[in-house]
């Protein structure tokens, strides 16, 4: 390839080549790939090109302002180099490969220290790394210490591994541009609750070592309906932005406030020793909204109401802990809305939860509990493929919540029973063939039984059923605890298979993905429920789910959206590459009808894959 003669980007003055420059330094800062640490994907690739090549040394190389710096290297003893000493920044300005068959007879190069002395180059080739929009970050280089031709197909196999490399760059920002938004509220900026709920489970872990208190304030906003009604959903959206700025400014730094969904905020407190300090927060959030807003030049009040619960002391459980804030500050809300009130009133909520309990015990042998189904349908074809087995707590004085009887369930190891009546029923249904394939949600604490494969195993034995029939749905939360790995992989030679729930609603949603032998992957609700709105939240929210469908096929996991509720929804979310949809659209969850046919069957097992 034709060599520019003693052309270097770094000391381009000209307006428009320096701005080409500065266009391309900062599509190279935009990527974030500069001095991170070593990435098996891009090594890979390195070793590979050495072996294909036959050559000592192979980098994936990026030109930063004034240097030179290697993601990948193999052979050379140094990560980096200075820009005006290296092959590589000659290499960017050229359109195809830069080939130079001998150094040490190259006017430019000859005088270059790399060839006078270690590690004595005289070969080297080297494929501009481009962006999508043609800005080059580097080169994949291979160098040789002995004078080298490099034939037109090694050229165009160099350009292979450039592309690859670029894709590998690609997919990593890809990665890292969504764990950052599922780790953060796009309209707020604010953490959101997969990263509240991370920073929740560090701070009680501090707390247990501490003995000190941990406070979880979960606040809503009154009447906002009414705001986006007025004003429309976009000033919504701007007021939502101005609310987190005034909450942030009203807590301390050590709290965190995070955006949980719409119009509802939860705020952790860590530095709290006593009721009073509660007292300080909730007279400074008074008072920072004591001030009006300001939409189209109209002022606007907004209140709230606020509910506490208190870690260790009305729950240990995560769920049960942000279930009984909300509980207060849904009493807050009944009451008018406007201040705070903390959960634990020993008298209602103690008297309560003892009555509950005590009912809970007596829930199966009083056939008070049972198990509703909802359809999962293959997005195309919105043929029903599956069914999640749902349960429900109808009790004579009326049904009570799953968001308030699994927590209780839990903390008192009763899921553990309840937990196998579900499989056991699920599977029956499957049996009599009245569902073909079927969903169980399972526990933590479930998996943590000793014998629970084995018990896995004389249900799918008692019943007869294929086990291919069968889908765990597990919570990141739980199978991220390092010695699930085991009992999973034992769950897939089984032949069962196992989906991971609630996706982007857990502690590391890209770790879960990356390192668990799952087979589906269940988008959470929160992500698909603004799509189809008119609204930047709508645009962000179809975004992300696109980058979560993209990750997943990464991964080559199929996906199911939940929570889909209009055709809109299910015709984005059929364009962005869902496999299977969940929700209202297809159906509520509804006990069984008493025919021992489904009425719809399914296709066989084979078309669909996952289910």
Known sequence: ?????????????????????????????????????????????????????????????????????????????????????????????????????????????????????????????????????????????????????????????????????????????????????????????????????????????????????????????DRFKLINDTFGHAEGDSLLGAVARRLKEATATSDVVARMSGDEFVLLLTDVRSVADIALITKRLEDSFAQPFLIRDQEVFVHWSLGFSVY????????????????????????????????????????????????????????????????????????????????????????????DFIPLAETSGLIIPIGRWVLRQAVDAVKARRVERVSVNVSALEIRQPDFVEHLRWVLEETGVEPRRLLLELTESSLLEPRFAAVLLEVHTLGVRTALDDFGNGYNSLVALASLPVQVVKIDRSFTAPIGEDTPAGKRALEVVRGIVTLANAFGLPTVAEGIETPEQADLLLKVGCTYFQGYLFGRPEPLSSSSEPSNPPPSLSVYGAF
């Open 1 to 221: 390839m034709t060599l520019i003669e003693g052309t270097d980007p770094v000391d381009l003055a000209d307006g428009d080549l320096a701005r080409t420059e500065q266009l391309r330094l900062a599509a190279l800062r935009r990527y974030g790939i500069l001095d991170t640490p070593p990435e098996p994907q891009f090594d890979h690739l390195v070793e590979l090109a050495v072996g294909v090549f036959d050559m000592p040394m192979a980098q994936i190389s990026f030109v930063d302002e004034d240097r030179q710096w290697f993601k990948a290297n193999h052979g050379l003893p140094f990560s980096e180099s200075s820009r005006s000493e290296s092959f590589c920044s000659v290499a960017i300005v050229q359109d195809d490969v830069l080939v130079i068959p001998d150094a040490t007879q190259h006017e430019q190069f000859r005088s270059y220290p790399n060839v006078l002395g270690e590690p004595h180059i005289r070969s080297y080739a080297g494929a501009p790394l481009v962006t999508p929009d043609g800005q080059k970050l580097g080169t994949f280089c291979v160098i040789g210490t002995e004078p080298r031709e490099f034939s037109d197909r090694d050229q165009q196999l160099l350009k292979s591994f450039a592309n690859m490399a670029m894709a590998e760059l690609k997919l990593r920002q890809a990665m890292h541009d969504l764990s950052h938004m599922t780790m953060n509220d796009t309209l707020t900026g604010l953490p959101n609750r997969v990263q509240f709920r991370q920073q929740l489970t560090e701070a009680c872990k501090r707390a247990d070592i501490t003995k000190e208190k941990v406070v979880v304030g979960l606040l809503d906003l």
């Open 312 to 403: 260790p002391d009305d729950a240990r459980e995560l769920d049960a802990l942000l279930s009984y804030a909300d509980a207060a500050m849904y009493r807050v809300k009944q009451a008018g809305g406007g201040h705070a009130a903390f959960q634990r009133q020993e008298d209602e909520r103690t008297d309560l939860q003892v009555e509950r309990l005590t009912a809970l015990h007596r829930a199966l042998e009083r056939n008070e509990l049972h198990l509703y189904f909802q359809p999962v349908v293959h997005a195309e074809t919105q043929v029903v493929v599956a069914h999640e087995a749902l349960l429900r707590w109808i009790r004579p004085s009326g049904t009570v919540s799953p968001l």
